[in-house]
């Protein structure tokens, strides 16, 4: 995977889905674009005061753990940032109930970012086979409903509670 490549995308929105499912919100679907000459793809979630700052950074927590858990090779900490944050412009805004074109303070952008780290971070690593399932059929599908994104957690839940305990040192 690369930074902005098409399955980096789909991370960023699927994610957004899966922390507002997490947290008890609905997602109608995630879906590429076509509008744009380059592929863009959009999360249509429907939150509620308590959770939308959540739902709001979970694009950015997603970023963050592909860089920190090393699924983009090496990248320059500095120029990661920088696109961690761009790529969250509407994101962050969104989180401080802001016009998506309003500068943000140094202040607004720790607390987002700490909001995302401590709070939406831990939701995506639990989640990582489902997203990677998830991930897999909207690069296909170039859509993919709330209902479908369901469907997947509750079957990988199945199946971790039917694999049997692995028996170490035999
Ligand atoms: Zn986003």
Redesign the pocket.
Same mark, same amino acid.
């Given at each position: 995977m690369k930074v902005n490549d098409v399955e980096y995308q789909c991370w +960023?929105?699927l994610r +957004?889905a899966f922390v507002c499912i997490d947290l008890g919100g609905d997602v109608e679907c995630v879906e590429f674009l076509e509008d744009h000459n380059v592929d863009q793809a959009r *999360?249509r979630c429907t939150t509620n005061k308590h959770i939308r700052q959540l739902v709001?950074c $979970? $694009?950015?927590a997603a970023e963050l753990v592909l860089y920190r858990d090393g699924y983009l090779g090496y990248q320059d900490g500095n120029s990661m940032t920088q696109t961690l944050f761009r790529? *969250?412009t509407?994101?962050r805004a969104m989180y401080h109930s802001l016009d998506p074109r309003a500068e943000l303070t140094e202040v607004q952008d720790r607390e987002f970012m700490i909001s995302a780290y401590n709070s939406a971070v831990p939701i995506i690593r639990r989640y990582m086979n489902e997203i990677t399932i998830a991930v897999a059929e909207l690069k296909n599908s170039k859509i993919i409903s709330g209902e479908r994104i369901r469907q997947i957690i509750a079957e990988n839940k199945k199946s971790i509670k039917t694999t049997p305990f692995p028996m170490f040192g035999l």
């Open positions: +960023h929105e +957004h *999360a709001a $979970g $694009g950015f790529n *969250a509407i994101d």
